[in-house]
């Protein structure tokens, strides 16, 4: 289980100590496994739920951040994602994994705090418009 859940991670070295056991603790709870196991069985009906729904919000900015090396969700369900929004952005950092937050927090959090920065300035564009690569140096 740890192995696979170290996939998640564009680079396993960058895997805190504990974290993985959160995870797996997280599965313990009793009802997770047979809550995970509905939401896969109702996937398809839900993301054409989710699809629907995208129409509502066009218009809220919106950030995704994706690591380059998201083994869970491909970057091309991000490209095809953004250009559901008027005003979003796509930031992908390099290196990371599906947990970008975990594996590198400084970038995450910049770029974060770039997008709502630009939002309360009142800019257009916070950040503009398509993909914006964030560089190794920012990443660290």
């Known amino acids: 289980t740890s192995q696979r859940q170290g996939r998640m991670y564009g680079d396993a070295t960058r895997i805190r100590n504990g974290s993985l056991e959160r995870y797996i603790a997280s599965l313990r709870v009793p009802g997770t496994v047979s809550y995970v196991l509905s939401i896969l069985d109702r996937w398809e009906l839900d993301m054409a739920a989710l699809e629907a729904a995208l129409a509502g919000v066009r218009k809220i900015p919106a950030l995704l951040l994706w690591g380059d090396r998201d083994r869970a969700v491909s970057l091309r369900s991000g490209e095809r994602l953004v250009e559901y929004f008027d005003r979003a952005a796509l930031v992908v950092i390099p290196g990371a994994?599906?947990?970008?937050?975990?594996?590198?927090?400084?970038?995450?959090?910049?770029?974060?705090?770039?997008f709502l920065g630009g939002l309360s300035r009142g800019e257009r564009h916070p950040i503009a418009r398509g993909p914006r690569i964030v560089t190794r140096n920012d990443a660290a």
């Open 97 to 114: 994994g599906h947990l970008p937050h975990e594996e590198v927090p400084v970038a995450f959090a910049g770029a974060i705090n770039g």
